[in-house]
C-alpha cells in the first residue's frame, strides 16, 4: 500500500468517526504542526491552542474531509490559515488597545487640565478676595475689565501713581497666594 492510499483509507476511516484514525493523525503530526505553528505566532503555548484547535476542527467535521488530499497537507494548511488568522487578530487587538490608551491618556490630561484650571481659578479668586477692597477695585477694573491705568485714576479721582502702587501690592499678593501653581 503507497503512503497516499494509506492516507486515503486514514480519510475514510476518519469520515466513518473512527478514534484509531484520529489518534494516528494526531500522533504522527501533532508535534510537527505544534512547530510549524510556532513558526508564524512566535508562541509555544499558542501553537499548542491553534494545533489543538485544528484538530478538534477536524473530528467535528470529519464527514467533510477531501478524499484525494493529503492528511499532511490539509493540517498543515488549516493550522497556517488558523496562524494567520490569530496573527491579523492580534494585529487589530494592538490597534485598538492603541487607539485606546491614546485616548484614555488624552482623557486623562483634559480631565487633570481642567481641575488644575479650575482649583487655580478658585485660588485666584480667594487671593483677590483677600485684597483690601480699594485694592481689589483697582485689579479688577485693571486686569478683568481691561481699564487702562490713567482712565482708573480719573474714575476713582486718584493718581496713576497711586493705582500703579495698589496694582503692584495686588500682585503681590496674588503670587503669594498662587505659589503652589508657579
Known amino acids: 500500500m503507497t503512503l497516499k492510499e494509506l492516507e486515503q483509507v486514514t480519510v475514510l476511516a476518519l469520515k466513518e468517526g473512527s478514534i484509531d484514525a484520529f489518534n494516528l493523525c494526531y500522533d504522527l503530526y501533532y508535534k510537527a504542526l505544534c512547530s510549524f505553528a510556532n513558526f508564524f505566532v512566535k508562541q509555544p503555548a499558542i501553537a499548542e491552542e491553534i ?33 494567520l488568522d490569530h496573527l491579523k487578530h492580534k494585529k ?3 490597534k485598538y488597545a492603541g487607539h485606546y490608551l491614546r485616548t484614555a491618556h488624552e482623557s486623562y490630561e483634559d480631565i ?20 483690601p ?10 486686569r ?7 482712565e482708573i485714576a480719573a ?9 500703579e502702587n495698589q ?5 503681590k499678593i496674588v503670587r503669594k497666594e498662587l505659589a503652589p501653581f508657579l
Open 51 to 83: 494545533t489543538q484547535n485544528v484538530f478538534l476542527e477536524v473530528w467535528i467535521n470529519r464527514e467533510k474531509l477531501p478524499v484525494n488530499s493529503s492528511v499532511k497537507g490539509y493540517l498543515m494548511t488549516a493550522v497556517k490559515h488558523d496562524c
Open 144 to 150: 478683568y475689565n481691561y481699564i487702562p491705568y490713567n
Open 92 to 94: 487589530i487587538e494592538e
Open 112 to 131: 487633570f487640565q481642567e481641575l488644575v484650571t479650575r482649583d487655580l481659578q478658585i485660588s485666584l479668586d480667594l487671593a483677590i478676595n483677600k485684597l
Open 167 to 171: 496694582i503692584g501690592k495686588a500682585l
Open 155 to 163: 474714575n476713582l479721582n486718584i493718581s496713576v501713581k497711586t493705582v
Open 133 to 142: 477692597k480699594h485694592c481689589r477695585e483697582i485689579f479688577l477694573m485693571s
